[in-house]
């Protein structure tokens, strides 16, 4: 039993907006899913299945399932940050694979920038968890807690700061050719190491942005998918996977990657090596480091070098990656950013990328998220897809 | 840089973590101990994360460990050091680096327990360098 060859994306949308003071959650939400079904030419009585995650106005999906007026007979709310978007690809998927549902629609939205909220810096506070005790305590924003895993990683493979610029440096050289990207500026590495420090050792450039946004994905069966006039982009390779602190035994020099990555690639039958184009997480430069690392395009510990000198860069280096800008300058839509990684390695298989950043034949890709922290628990979720 | 007092974030001890608080009241750091597999564990639970029985009790633990990675926050009202310590006896736990000069520390540097006052809740185990 597999999901490969069972489902095809047949529809995405990023909503345009960066700063949405203007319009309510639900009405992100829906909005993201109106651009998707038109993307797909498929229309909302269509939907059977929907999945959300924990940005959704209400109790998983029964909120938006009224406010959009859905008649479903499969929902999945499954949260893991970031990551979920990814996941609910697999999911749906699944669901499709067994007939629970035939056209299934993900949808993400928020608002923090419009709300003023210091995503990265700002100490947790929830205290209804087991851990929260032990933790809140002594200060864990979100910054910081990436930022241990880059001082860790630095101390055990000499990775440089100039290493992890690289990464930024390649997503602004995409960036300046969307429009609707939030930092278009093409920057150095010397911009990069020069800005101010948030948490040692990550700069300011080493973050992503704060953005409102949304966006939506429609994941149909084949029968659906032939029926439909865009290009078809199949799904055959999902992974899913938690890494958190193993009761003590902690080691942040690895993701979940290591766990969601070798069966997505054994069900898809293909090699790292083989990916032309990946969306890989960007929460900070470093996820993307370790990321790379443990999806095997890289040995363990050589993703500084692997970074490095544009190697991320569309037309120059051997793994193009988040050639939309991607969390470190185009958007981070309600501080998740897995959903606009799916639809930008879409874009690619379509050949509907920017023509800038096109990549040449791009017929097989990547996505990985990591969501929630990585330097605590996060999940991890990787979908590889191919052009038909 | 000199390390200045921040607002320490109260705890809130709950009927599984009472006692480990209580302890932390008279200055000892305890860690989760399982009579099943041996195996200890932190943070300290009811069932063992490794073998999932509920023989665990609290084990007193020395307070000296090393700093397994750490970063110190810049962009706050206080700058304040987040770390990970290994303690000596095996499990490896968030806490801060404290009295000290927050631009000299480092990965591999030994520490021992000190306990910091939280704002209306049980003083909360932190380390200093040793």
């Not at chain 1, 990683?153 to 429009?179: C, F």
């Not at chain 1, 363990?300 to 193009?320: A, C, E």
């Not at chain 2, 006692?19 to 099943?36: D, R, Y």
Request: with cysteine; aromatic share 6%; charged share 20%.
């Amino acid at each position: 039993m597999s999901i490969k060859n069972k489902a095809y994306i047949v529809g995405i949308f990023e909503h345009p907006t960066r700063k949405a003071e203007d319009k309510s959650l639900a009405q992100l939400h829906a909005e993201s899913a109106k651009g998707a079904l038109e993307d797909a030419g498929l229309s909302k009585s269509d939907i059977d299945g929907y999945f959300c995650a924990g940005d959704a106005p209400g109790l998983g999906p029964l909120s938006m399932a009224d406010y959009m007026g859905l008649k479903l007979r499969h929902m999945d709310s499954t949260d893991t940050g970031g990551s979920s978007y990814l996941i609910h690809v697999g999911h749906a998927a699944e669901a499709i694979a067994l007939g629970k549902c035939t056209i299934a629609l993900i949808t993400l939205a928020g608002k923090p920038r419009s709300e003023g909220q210091a995503t990265g810096t700002a100490a947790r506070t929830t205290q209804n968890t087991p851990e929260a005790p032990f933790e809140n305590p002594y200060g864990p924003a979100t910054a910081n807690m990436y930022a241990m895993c880059a001082m860790r990683h630095m101390h055990q493979y000499g990775t440089t700061s100039e290493q992890l610029a690289w990464i930024k440096v390649a997503a602004s050289h995409h960036a300046q050719h969307n429009p609707r990207a939030m930092l278009r500026d093409v920057v150095t590495v010397e911009d990069v190491v020069n800005s101010p420090m948030i948490a040692d050792p990550l700069h300011r450039l080493d973050c992503c942005v704060i953005s409102d946004g949304g966006g939506a994905i429609i994941v149909a069966s084949p029968e659906v998918a032939k029926s439909l006039k865009r290009p078809k982009v199949k799904i055959i390779g999902a992974g899913e996977a938690p890494k958190h602190q193993m009761g003590g035994q902690v080691d942040l020099t690895y993701s979940g990657a290591v766990w969601s990555g070798p069966p997505a690639f054994a069900e898809a039958g293909v090699k790292p090596r083989d990916i032309k184009y990946a969306s890989i997480y960007d929460s900070f430069t470093i996820t993307v480091l370790m990321q790379i690392e443990d999806l095997g395009f890289c040995e363990k510990g050589q993703g500084g070098r692997f970074v490095s000198d544009g190697n991320l860069i569309s037309g120059t280096g051997k793994l193009p990656f988040n050639t939309d800008g991607g969390g470190l300058c185009n958007n981070h839509p309600a501080n998740r950013g897995g959903l606009t990684k799916v639809v930008e390695a879409v874009r690619q298989l379509r050949g509907e990328a920017h023509p800038a950043v096109q990549v040449k034949n791009c017929d097989l890709a990547l996505a990985h998220g990591t969501g929630g922290s990585l330097g605590t628990r996060h999940g991890a979720a990787t979908v590889i897809m191919e052009r038909e | 840089m000199p390390a200045q007092e921040r607002k320490i974030q109260a705890p809130q001890p709950n009927p599984e973590t009472q006692a480990f608080w209580k302890a932390a009241e008279g200055g000892k750091l305890m860690i989760g101990k399982c009579t099943a597999c041996g195996a200890v564990h932190y943070y300290p639970r009811a069932i063992c994360p490794f073998c999932f029985s509920d023989k665990t009790e609290l084990q007193q633990a020395s307070g000296n460990g090393t700093i397994y990675t750490y970063s110190v926050m810049r962009r706050a009202p206080i700058p304040y050091a987040i770390a990970y310590v290994s303690l000596s006896e095996g499990p490896t736990m968030m806490t801060n680096i404290v009295d000290c000069d927050l631009d000299k520390i480092r990965i591999g540097q030994a520490v021992r327990l000190v306990f910091k006052p939280s704002d209306g809740g049980p003083p909360v185990p932190m380390f200093t360098p040793a």
